[in-house]
């Protein structure tokens, strides 16, 4: 398929082309009321102002829905469901095309263009979705294999659940932030000399972990089973997630009830919510489980992960930039529509903008790990970065970047930005 | 100190007297609309009514607040803060005393009695307040230790930093229900057999957990600490709080990552919160810690647990009831100004309406455990009932129920009421 051209100057290598048109939550200096809107090439498209100069008056659909994009976040647009978010992606994708069939709602209105098409570098972007519950997932083979390696040893590397269930642990949903938030490295109970017995002390082993997260447009009742063909319906979009950790307080703290405060001190996400129609082309197969899948899990060869090529970059204070991590998001052994199946068969209940995590995504290889902690081997062996300096975990003034992108560089890539925080000093 | 007495007739067994004031959300068949009210002996003083009827005429302090009783949670009264709670509450012991200061208000104003002050068996009872994030903790000294013991031996039942810190986990905030919601039995995957592999089947061990919850009635941000000397004043009140537990699916989900859905089925707290000031002649000491606390964490003596005396009975489908568990809620390692002051010294931020649990609270006696899973030795030992049934786990149709109360019967009970649920058939 020849990529869709916009009459609006579009870079080939945007990951934001018409191809996409992802949702998130804006703001300027000009109008510091948050409210949604679609990033489009080096611009965004602001939704409240677009509504209020009639963007949609030729999208009879949605105008009894209209009130979704003053919203300050994305909750009631996403609570429309699937085939709403189609509708209006679409229309956007159509009224942005080259040679469209609405030239006269924007191409040719420069008043509305004025108001409502702004510079990207404009904007702040804020937390696309209010986040009722955030769960994480460890669906990560290669990764949950590399830390069962470091913890057990090769021969019990993977726990016998794992590949039976997605496993998983609820999250803190109030230390989710947005990407560019500083990141304050945690103090906690760290067991640094067990003859000593623990100290509260900076974190030593503060990392970072690749996941996507994926947040949900639809609700369930308590006691309701969400059945794994229907899961896509409940899903909304997807963002790149960075799941900060603290090795060394999650050592101590999580026997025998898990991971807590060495996760709750910040998860970072990107602020642009790629739908889950326009992943739908890069649909893909995750990782093969040698293990058959219980009924309730069974997606019966649907192809329910997608081949989102995953960077991972470090600038330190020195200003250098070095890669890290390249990855794909295909190295998970679970989908979300598996995540949320398992989620719900007891009954959980779900809100409107709940986020799942995948759980830290790595590759095989050496330069394909999701986080430190498998790539430093637990704090033995130092990542050499650009001009010559060296890490074991991360650093005061570390900026660690996500990102993410499908498709090729010809104009139609489907991306989703940046995830990024910079990691400032502990308190004392 | 005598009885405070009310020209209202209070039984003096009622856990709702004058001396108690807890706060809750109520709706009649009259008027749907839930709003706050407080408990006062057998009935409820409906404060949306109250307020409508200029009650709180004679609180110049409460006047620019007054909207919060027109809200359908708690959540915008706890947001004033600990010293508005004790006005209010105050002046509303003040409006109900007998011989009190402010007869014309309620006692002689007939109209508003009619309309504010409800028989509570006319009220129907929901979610006290909007809970952004759940945090359950493992306070429970002898729980843990009863449970350590069953599952690692005698040597082994403590994990190393249980005393070092109040060990908890995420929970999950859409499944915590009021008291009265029916609970369903969870499905989930359990290893029956080991050969054949974990199946997909109603939870077979399905238990409670006595807690006590706490709700949060102040913000934090993100990267800031509360110290354990402020914490009290974050504190609004206190719930009963039962933590449904599916040991079997526990069982086999836990590692590594800790409880998931044998935990997000249902949690279910007591409607009436009561106020921290209403606790505060019950404060006592909990277990002595025989280690010493990091200075984050050291109260310094302060008595921070409550002596509330808590029951626990189960009433069969044959409609007999029988007692399980007499214990207190003095059987906490930890206080809940400890559970924030640890919770948020890496950073991780609060809001309004977040709900902490103390753990399963158990004694050290037979009669004394707060779960099945201590109690019948994880499914070795019959409970005998009345009328000769006998329970390893719950069974569908019974009825559990925690009630707590502070005091002795002389009319000045500080009580919780009842936190109570049934067991529904689990979806086939």
Chains 1, 2 share one sequence.
Request: aromatic share 8%; glycine share 10%.
């Amino acid at each position: 398929m020849a990529p869709l051209r916009s009459w609006l100057p579009i870079d080939p290598r945007s990951h934001f082309s018409l191809h996409n048109i992802p949702f998130g939550i804006i703001s300027t200096s000009a109008d510091s009321k948050p409210c949604p809107a679609i990033a489009i090439g080096d611009h965004a498209l602001d939704l409240r102002a677009f509504t209020a100069g009639n963007g949609f008056a030729a999208l009879s659909t949605i105008q009894p829905h209209q009130s979704v994009f003053s919203e300050s976040t994305l909750n009631a647009f996403a609570a429309l469901g699937r085939p709403l978010h189609k509708v209006v992606r679409e229309y956007l994708q159509s009224v942005l095309l080259k040679d469209g069939p609405f030239p006269d709602v924007l191409e040719k209105n420069e008043k509305l263009r004025q108001s409502a098409l702004l510079p990207l570098e404009d904007c702040d972007t804020h937390l696309p979705l209010r986040i009722g519950d955030y769960t994480d997932f460890y669906a990560g083979l290669h990764h949950a294999h590399n830390v069962g390696v470091l913890f057990r040893g090769p021969q019990n590397a993977l726990q016998k659940n794992y590949k039976h269930l997605p496993v998983g642990y609820h999250g803190r949903a109030s230390s989710v932030v947005v990407s560019g938030t500083p990141i304050q490295r945690p103090r906690g109970q760290i067991l640094v000399d067990p003859e000593k017995g623990p100290e509260l002390s900076p974190c030593r082993k503060l990392d970072f972990e690749l996941e996507l997260g994926c947040f949900v447009c639809a609700s369930s009742d308590l006691g309701e089973s969400i059945a794994v063909d229907d899961a896509p319906d409940y899903l909304f979009g997807i963002v790149l997630m960075n799941d900060w950790s603290a090795r060394d307080i999650q050592a101590w703290e999580y026997v025998p009830l898990g991971p807590f405060n060495s996760k709750n001190f910040g998860t970072t996400v990107s602020p642009w919510v790629v739908l889950m129609d326009a992943l739908e082309p890069f649909a893909a197969d995750g990782i093969e489980n040698d293990v058959p899948s219980l009924p309730y899990l069974d997606e019966r060869g649907r192809k329910s992960n997608f081949a989102i090529d995953l960077t991972v970059t470090l600038r330190t204070a020195s200003g250098l930039t070095s890669t890290l991590t390249k990855t794909s998001a295909r190295n998970l052994l679970f989908s979300f529509p598996q995540m949320l199946a398992h989620h719900t068969v007891g009954g959980c209940p779900f809100n409107v903008g709940d986020l799942l995590g995948s759980g830290t995504i790595s590759g095989k290889g050496k330069d394909e790990k999701g986080c430190l902690l498998e790539r430093s081997d637990n704090g033995k062996i130092e990542v050499e970065l650009e001009g010559g300096e060296r890490r074991l975990f991360l650093e005061d003034g570390d900026t660690l970047t996500l990102s993410g992108v499908c498709g090729q560089g010809d104009g139609a890539l489907v991306g989703f930005g940046e995830c990024t925080g910079t990691i400032v000093e502990a308190v004392r």
